[in-house]
């Protein structure tokens, strides 16, 4: 029995014994999550089973090929019509590889570079396509090359972003491609029956009317053009053997055609004869043939096109490929030879139609195979550029070009076919083939240098995915021949190659910024992968960054919602704004819930989504992690620092909000995951208001400023983070940083403090103006870092803080107790404290802020925040210093200060109520805990 919403499919396993076949009912379950696929599903798309006849629509009807990469059902060809070697590869690549320069240029580049250097010419370019055929044969032989053949491969191996580029200049290099094979179909036709100069522009207008011609046979049915290329292919093979059996008996003196006895010039055309254009005017150049030469050797991704196809691909591809370059070869230099010993120079020279005059037994026969050749070409390149960009538009990676993705997969691209008929008529503007067949040769050049890329990229890294059948193979070859492909390139035309590589940083940016994100698998993410393991294993080596290399690997801590909302949005701004530090972010949310409940999962699943919007809203990079727990939530807490990350990537800081109006066990829990997070060497930052902290579409204006209340030093993250701050758009335009010196003993010469703290900011290259402020009648020092040790017995702790009220009594219990030299005051940093410096003379309340502060205010904070405990002392500390900083930072767009220490004798409610104090009525404040690490330095 199957349930609802599961589908029933026959499939045949087999013959049984009694040669009865066997066919079974199996239920493939629908899931419940998108992309999970059953062992059925599978095995039926790699062909190990095949759907039962008796369940099919129609008996004996084409097998139904799935696209395992896409999901597109494509028809396939039944078993019985796979196709070999030479029907599947070999003669389609010599179908695309022959044409219109073989009969139209190389007599003439024969006869401007000579013999020698033509077969240079010719060696130069197939050794691009042979090593580009050595690395389309692995990446071939290792799957199925499906629809857009050649941007399959590279979008699929170097990624969406490298492939979709490459992708469109490859589209319109075969696109161009069709223009000069129309040019080169008028120039055979005006030139051979002496059409040419009939009215103005007849070649343009010639072009533009076969372009449409060929455009609409397309349009009509490709079964036309595939019936049609092997009686074109034969056309071609007969041309070759007639001007090649021509030219033989010319040279025995046995055949004249078109010419007289003074073009028979033996051996005139071995050495080279450089000399301008006859027709263009162009000067003529080595690099200039190359460019001219180069695309009569493209055409060698049609037999892997095909992979579906063949009957064995992995030996068919490389067989027939390497086959019909080694013949195309062979062809090329024979004509070279064969003309440039038996023709003059000057009739090479000056006839390019010369072929012709010389076939046997009548030139009809060429100039008709050659503009045969030329459409055939034309209808295969006008055939395949729509369909390469169907598929490019149908991996929807480039937006403006969805509109010419077909509705349905086994849709003709109609759209695209005649936008490619608009794109190819313009070049055949130009009128005249030369002038053109630089832009594909750059087009083509850069393609197959993507693909040797891929190879070599799949090669080095050994991937176990990539086992391809054709072993004849090395990384070294495929990088050899990316590099012989861009090199060749700039050694044709180093100008037109800088444009098109322009464009292709221009595509790749674009497809990057649009956030296409596939997953192919592809090589890339495993170099990246590969990498990114290596150097995480070499920064393994040391277990502590150098100050000049510290980043803030931040844990940001969210509360969510019901719905998966944050409830302070402004962590993941205030992150966003750090990220000019290139440091790791990783976004986590922790909720009450037991992952045994689906609808627990299900609702992480969707706050997972949520928080992955906000933070692609603030444009913050990283990672997000959603965790449901029936622990308490400290534990959870502190699980997180410890596990999240990885090695020395796990996260150094800790960022949470701060918990407006906690009390009881709220306040006791939140108090004791800081003291864990500490004892955890964390550096923490809490977030305090936030409402008003501006987000990453806002700017502070000029006058904005971000004040920083500087206590004690514990490695300058005080300092690092409004720095960052500043870096960022946010901040950057309006933003000032002013840095609040708090001094703390009445030995402190405020002037010298300031200063030596000016110094320290010129060391850092951290602009920032600086004021003192006084704070030495109070027990602000001891309230932010700690003064005794950890073997001190409670009594001593207790007595400790029983004499925070008394500097004097402080001083000597200091003494007593070892002091964390990461937690001084600024003065004792800066200024050389307690070593002679002489007695300040305090100037006036402008520059040493002072107020006394009434019995009757530290009593309504004490009543207010319910810090029943907290002595008197601690809580006027609170008080003056809130009093400070509404005076100086009232209209401040953040204030960042030192976390007080949380201390183990302390009330969680004394402790949360004395923070409360400190920064009662500030609107966006961050207090900073250090982790005692150095983050700045001052060497270069």
């Not at 009939?198 to 011609?213: A, G």
Request: glycine share 8%; net charge neutral; hydrophobic share 45%.
């Amino acid at each position: 029995m199957v349930p609802t919403g599961a589908k029933s499919v026959g499939f045949q396993l087999g013959d049984d014994e009694g040669g009865e076949r066997t066919s079974m009912q199996v239920g493939l379950f629908s899931s419940t999550q998108s992309g999970r696929q059953t062992v059925i599903d599978t095995l039926c798309k790699e062909g190990v089973f095949k759907p039962n006849p008796n369940k099919t629509e129609a008996a004996g009807a084409d097998a139904v090929d799935i696209d395992i990469e896409s999901g597109i059902a494509t028809k396939a060809v039944k078993a019985t019509e796979k196709l070999g070697t030479l029907f599947g590869v070999f003669l389609p690549c010599m179908q695309n590889i022959l044409g219109v320069i073989l009969f139209l240029r190389l007599p003439f580049i024969t006869a401007q570079a000579g013999c020698i250097q033509a077969t240079a010419v010719v060696m130069i370019c197939v050794i691009s396509t042979v090593l580009t055929g050595l690395s389309l044969s692995a990446i071939a032989t290792n799957g199925k090359i499906q629809a857009g053949g050649p941007y399959y491969v590279i979008s699929r191996n170097l990624g969406v972003e490298i492939g979709g580029a490459l992708g469109i200049l490859f589209y319109l290099g075969t696109t161009i491609a069709a223009s000069m094979y129309v040019l080169g179909a008028v120039e055979a036709f005006q030139t051979g029956f002496d059409m040419k100069d009939q009215f103005f522009f007849d070649t343009q207008i010639e072009s533009l009317i076969l372009m449409l011609c060929i455009s609409s046979v397309v349009f009509i049915g490709v079964k036309y053009v595939n019936m049609s290329s092997t009686v074109f292919l034969a056309v071609v093979f007969l041309s070759i053997f007639c001007l090649s059996l021509g030219v033989i008996l010319f040279k025995a003196d046995s055949f004249d055609g078109q010419l007289s006895s003074a073009d028979r010039v033996n051996n005139d055309n071995i050495g080279s004869n450089y000399q301008p254009d006859p027709d263009t005017g162009q000067e003529v150049s080595f690099f200039s043939l190359l460019a001219l030469f180069y695309p009569s050797v493209t055409g060698i991704m049609a037999g892997s096109n095909r992979s579906a196809v063949l009957a064995d691909p992995g030996r068919s591809i490389p067989t027939g490929t390497l086959g019909a370059i080694g013949c195309t070869t062979f062809i090329y230099i024979f004509t070279i030879w064969l003309f440039g010993t038996s023709l003059a120079n000057e009739t090479l020279m000056n006839d390019k139609l010369i072929v012709t005059a010389v076939t046997y037994p009548h030139e009809i026969i060429v100039k008709i195979g050659i503009i045969m050749s030329c459409i055939g070409a034309g209808l295969q390149s006008m055939t395949g550029a729509p369909r390469l960009l169907a598929a490019i538009a149908e991996d929807d990676s480039i937006p403006f070009l969805r509109p010419f993705a077909p509705a349905n997969p086994s849709d003709e691209p109609s759209r695209a076919l005649w936008l490619t008929w608009f794109i190819a008529s313009l070049p055949v503007l130009a009128g005249n083939l030369d002038f053109i067949t630089p832009i594909i040769t750059l087009f083509f050049l850069l393609m197959y240098a993507g693909v040797n890329f891929s190879c070599f990229i799949l090669s080095i890294l050994k991937a176990p995915g990539f086992r391809p059948s054709f072993k004849y193979f090395h990384w070294s070859t495929s990088l050899f021949g990316t590099v012989w492909c861009i090199g060749l390139g700039l050694v044709i035309s180093w100008y037109v190659t800088l444009v098109a590589m322009f464009l292709f940083m221009l595509l790749y940016l674009y497809i990057r910024t649009q956030g296409a994100v596939k997953d192919w698998g592809d090589a890339l993410r495993g170099l990246r992968y590969g990498i990114a393991r290596d150097e995480l294993l070499a920064l393994a080596v040391k277990d502590n960054f150098h100050a000049k290399n510290w980043r803030p690997q931040m844990l940001v801590l969210v509360d969510i919602d019901e719905n998966g909302n944050p409830l302070k949005p402004s962590l993941i701004s205030f992150v966003g704004q750090l990220k000019k530090g290139r440091g790791l972010t990783m976004v986590a949310s922790i909720f009450k819930g037991d992952v045994l409940d689906p609808e627990t999962c299900e609702r992480a699943r969707d706050a997972y989504a949520i928080l992955k919007l906000h933070m692609k809203e603030e444009e913050v990079p990283g990672f997000v992690e959603v965790i449901p727990t029936n622990a308490p939530m400290s534990e959870a807490v502190w699980g997180a620092a410890i596990h999240s990350g990885l090695g020395p990537l796990s996260p150094n800081a800790v960022l949470m909000a701060w918990p407006d109006g906690a009390s009881g066990k709220r306040a006791e829990e939140f108090v004791t995951t800081l003291k864990g997070l500490t004892n955890l060497n964390k550096a923490i930052f809490l977030m305090k208001g936030g409402e008003t902290h501006p987000c990453v579409d806002d700017r502070v204006t000029e006058g904005g400023t971000i004040d920083v209340w500087w206590v004690v030093h514990d490695g300058g993250l005080l300092l690092l983070t409004p720095f960052l701050l500043s870096r960022h758009k946010v901040w950057r335009a309006g933003a000032k940083v002013r840095l609040f010196a708090v001094l703390t003993d009445a030995k402190e010469n405020p002037l010298q403090v300031q200063k030596a703290l000016q110094k320290h900011l010129a060391d850092v290259r951290i602009e920032a103006s600086v004021t003192t402020v006084d704070l030495s009648d109070t027990s602000i020092a001891g309230d932010m870092r700690q003064v005794y040790s950890k073997t001190a017995d409670m009594q001593a702790r207790r007595e400790l803080l029983r004499n925070l009220d008394n500097p004097s009594t402080l001083s000597q219990a200091a003494g007593r107790h070892a002091e964390p030299s990461s937690h001084k005051t600024i003065a004792e940093v800066f200024s050389g404290m307690g070593m002679g410096l002489s007695q300040r003379a305090i100037a006036n309340e402008s520059d040493i802020a002072k107020s006394p502060i009434q019995a009757a205010e530290v009593k309504e904070a004490r009543t207010k925040y319910n810090a029943k405990n907290l002595d008197e002392a601690r809580m006027t500390t609170a008080v003056a210093f809130n009093k400070l900083v509404l005076k100086h930072s009232k209209d401040a767009k953040l204030v960042v200060t030192n976390l007080p220490l949380m201390r183990s004798v302390e009330y969680a409610t004394d402790f949360v109520g004395y923070v409360e104090t400190m920064l009662e009525g500030v609107d966006n404040a961050v207090m900073i805990r250090g982790a005692g690490k150095e983050v700045v330095t001052t060497y270069g």
